[in-house]
């Protein structure tokens, strides 16, 4: 199976020829994926070396004559190290385009914490009007890209990672799916992204409903109240990223309910060894076993 970084070069290299509204801005990181597609439109893939401010400052130059940009690089460099121009040059001027990102939060652990960036969809919830998409797999993630280059100038961060689930699941880009449902409402787990087969492991034989986002802005909030049903509410958030990202949204969801929320992901603590990335899943607390201990607990 491809990874979703190359889903991507594929995607993205077809829909350069298809629509020529499209253009793909890249600071050095995939440049060698996108050579074919930048021999046949060398006016629509544009390399502007490790300069991250430059690369999103160019895409939202190109957004403002028309075109529909296409920003990639690693996401500590594309959201953490150029966010002034990320905020000013799309948002404040009001355009529009697509910041797609690869290695999450700490998909190349030996490239240590300068490539790591766990804080980026919290960081990113600082702004308006921003979708986020997270895929879960390199299908979704191919679902996402088309769905985020066709949303006329809307702002759009897809989040890519080397992690995966084993098999994709539908995504139409606006909704949760409810995966498992719960005999008695004991509590709803939402998995975001490649860490649902992780959930869905950890939960096996535990009465609770498990719901998948892979759009986690905006939240779908209407998804969670059905899910939680009348009464009170227990709701655990299982998020790829700094845990506690989605908590405020979830509350905000559940704000006429008696609720609690728990929300998991990656810790604030820098882990200074390299390892590999099963390993910081594991340090994280975001295996299975981990999980259902957490999971568990709380919920009793």
Do not use: C
Request: glycine share 12%; no cysteine.
């Amino acid at each position: 199976m491809d990874t979703m970084r190359e889903r991507f070069i594929s995607v993205t290299s077809r829909e350069l020829d298809d629509d020529p509204r499209l253009a793909v801005v890249l600071a050095e990181i995939t440049m060698d994926g996108f050579r074919p597609a930048q021999q046949r439109h060398p006016d629509r893939v544009i390399n502007v070396g490790i300069r991250e401010q430059l690369l999103v400052g160019v895409g939202g130059g190109l957004a403002l004559t028309g075109l529909r940009p296409i920003v990639h690089t690693f996401a500590s460099f594309l959201v953490e190290r150029p966010f002034e121009q990320v905020k000013l040059d799309f948002g404040h001027q009001g355009t529009g385009g697509v910041l797609v990102s690869a290695s999450a939060s700490y998909d190349w652990p030996a490239g240590g914490f300068t490539h790591m960036a766990p804080g980026d969809v919290a960081l990113m919830d600082t702004l308006d009007g921003w979708t986020v998409h997270v895929p879960g797999h390199p299908d979704e993630a191919e679902a996402l890209l088309r769905h985020a280059y066709a949303a006329g100038d809307d702002k759009v961060y897809v989040r890519l990672s080397q992690q995966s689930n084993a098999a994709p699941r539908p995504v139409d880009g606006l909704r949760m799916e409810t995966v498992r449902g719960s005999v008695s409402g004991a509590g709803v787990v939402v998995a975001v992204g490649p860490l649902l087969d992780n959930v869905l492991a950890a939960t096996e034989g535990l009465d609770v409903s498990v719901l998948y986002a892979t759009t986690v802005r905006p939240f779908d909030g209407a998804a969670l109240r059905r899910a939680v049903g009348g009464g009170t509410a227990d709701v655990v958030l299982v998020e790829p990223y700094l845990a506690g990202t989605s908590t405020a949204a979830a509350a905000e969801a559940l704000a006429d309910v008696p609720h609690r929320v728990l929300g998991l992901g990656v810790g604030r603590a820098e882990l200074r060894r390299y390892g590999t990335m099963e390993e910081h899943t594991t340090a994280h607390g975001l295996d299975p076993r981990s999980l259902r201990e957490r999971i568990s607990g709380f919920l009793r």
